[in-house]
């Protein structure tokens, strides 16, 4: 039978194990984020700031071209993702502490 080849202790191992490491890492990268949003946040006001006294000047052509080259490349699937995706188990575990970390951070 199928229900017999499959290991529920490794499949409960994987999850709770991916689970407990994704909810570590989600509270860690909320608070990660909400402090690079604060140090990206005065850094913004303080370029502006700088380049509406004249000592800052910002090529814009430049800025939108590369952000324009950044955005082409984004529809590509990197190969950690498809090396994420077959290990789901542990990565449904992971994504769903992740969620529960980054929700409580």
Do not use: C, Y
């Amino acid at each position: 039978m199928i229900v017999e080849a499959i290991d529920f202790g490794g499949l409960g191992l994987g999850f709770g194990s991916g689970g407990l490491i994704g909810a570590v890492v989600g509270f860690a990268v909320k608070k990660v984020a909400s402090v690079l949003a604060i140090v990206l946040g005065v850094q913004l006001a303080a370029l502006k700031f700088l380049e509406t006294r004249g000592i800052l000047h910002v090529d814009r052509e430049a800025l939108s071209a590369q952000l324009a080259a950044i955005g082409a490349n984004a529809g590509e699937a990197p190969s950690w993702l498809l090396t994420a995706l077959s290990t789901l188990s542990l990565g449904t575990g992971f994504v769903a502490g992740f969620l529960l970390g980054f929700r409580r951070g």
